[in-house]
C-alpha cells in the first residue's frame, strides 16, 4: 500500500509531499496563482502514469533477456475539460534498441497492465474522513 503525507502552509499552493523515504514539492504554475516550485497536481498524476509504464516494461524485458532493449520514453500528456468533465491522457512510448515487431507489440500490451494504467482505466473509490 502506497502512503504519502501531503502539507500545505499559508504559502500559496506550494504542498510538500512525503513518503516514509522521499519528499517532493508540489506547486501551481504562475498562470494559476501559484510559483511553479514543483510539480503541479496533473504533471504528478501524469508523472505516475509515465514511471509505471517505464518501471513496468524495464522489468518485464528484463526478465525476459531483452537486453536489446536499451532505453524507454515515456512521454505522456494529460488534459481535462472540465465543463464536459472529461479527462484524457495521451502516452507516447519510445522503445529503443534492435526490438523485432513481435516484442514490440508484447511489450505495448505490457505498458497496458501497469498498475496505474489499471488504476486509471477501472474504477476507483476515494473514502475521505476529516481528522
Not at 111 to 121: D, E, F, G, M, Y
Amino acid at each position: 500500500m502506497a502512503k504519502v503525507f501531503a502539507s500545505i502552509g499559508t504559502a500559496l499552493y506550494k504542498t510538500e509531499i512525503k513518503t516514509a523515504t522521499n519528499s517532493l514539492v508540489a506547486d501551481e504554475p504562475v498562470s494559476a496563482g501559484g510559483l511553479d516550485l514543483g510539480f503541479s497536481p496533473e504533471e504528478l498524476l501524469a508523472s505516475a502514469l509515465a514511471a509505471c509504464t517505464c518501471g513496468t516494461l524495464r522489468m518485464y524485458a528484463n526478465r525476459k533477456g531483452w537486453s536489446e532493449l536499451i532505453k524507454i520514453n515515456v512521454h505522456v500528456e494529460f488534459s481535462r475539460d472540465i465543463q464536459a468533465n472529461v479527462s484524457q491522457m495521451n502516452r507516447e512510448i519510445e522503445l529503443i534498441g534492435d526490438l523485432n515487431e513481435e516484442q514490440k507489440t508484447r511489450l505495448l500490451a505490457i505498458a497496458n497492465k501497469c498498475p496505474i494504467h489499471n488504476t486509471l482505466t477501472h474504477t476507483i473509490t476515494i473514502e475521505t474522513t476529516l481528522t
